[in-house]
């Protein structure tokens, strides 16, 4: 089965540009979560969407949204963008079993943004 | 709220030694536990995971944790460091939530 999977793996934008990074969830997997790693630090949370609701969204400016579609594939959008989006923005899926809490994310390579 | 501490940001051993990698978390509630790895260019792997029960996890590439309430920590230990555990770990904490709060991290470097 195919794991996590986040395309572009790579890209460059200017300040004030918009991005859309997507991901395909592992199949049978409905929970979708998205991380943003800035170089040298651990991942921080940005949203988690289940069943296509937005369940969870981290501290982040409005600029930052995304949404789930029928088949659970995720968008993160990033408008406005600055010097400091530049990061690793990861996906994670998970089957919900129990409480959240206790699920295990698996997570996808990442997409990697650089803002100039 | 759940955070977590990573001691030490950067760990050095020689193969065959002892890997010991310190995580210490805060949670206002009964937390679930997590260690992950990351390689080079690639995303997270789980390495193991508390919820309930044992205190004593064990995980994949023989890492193990002990979940200690007392001390509220959650070490991570691998008794003979090999080339291959050479990458940077994760200890992450969530509570009855959607979210996972994750250390800084501690890059592993393996001395031949």
């Known amino acids: 089965d195919a794991g996590v999977t986040q395309s572009p793996t790579h890209l460059i934008k200017t300040r004030g540009q918009h991005v859309t990074l997507r991901c395909s969830p592992i199949s049978g997997h409905k929970s979708v979560s998205w991380y943003q790693q800035v170089l040298g630090q651990g991942p921080q949370f940005i949203f988690q969407y289940y069943e296509k609701e937005e369940r969870g969204r981290g501290n982040f400016p409005d600029r930052f949204s995304a949404r789930q579609f029928p088949n659970y594939s995720s968008e993160l959008n990033v408008n406005a963008l600055l010097l400091g989006d530049s990061a690793l923005y990861l996906c994670a899926s998970s089957r919900r079993t129990g409480t959240f809490g206790a699920n295990v994310l698996t997570f996808g390579a990442g997409s990697r943004l650089t803002v100039l | 709220a759940q955070s977590v501490t990573q001691l030490g940001s950067h760990v050095s051993v020689s193969e065959g030694a002892l890997v010991l990698l310190r995580c210490n978390y805060s949670?206002?509630?009964?937390?679930?536990l997590f260690w992950y790895v990351q390689y080079p260019n690639q995303g997270l792997q789980l390495l193991l995971k508390y919820t309930t029960g044992a205190t004593l996890v064990k995980g994949i590439n023989g890492f193990e944790a002990e979940f200690k309430k007392s001390e509220t920590s959650f070490h991570l230990t691998k008794p003979s460091a090999h080339m291959s555990d050479a990458a940077e770990y994760f200890c992450?904490?969530?509570?009855?939530?959607?979210?996972?709060?994750f250390g800084a991290g501690t890059t592993v470097t393996v001395r031949a």
């Open positions: 949670s206002s509630v009964p937390p679930y």
């Open positions: 992450a904490v969530s509570a009855n939530d959607y979210k996972l709060s």
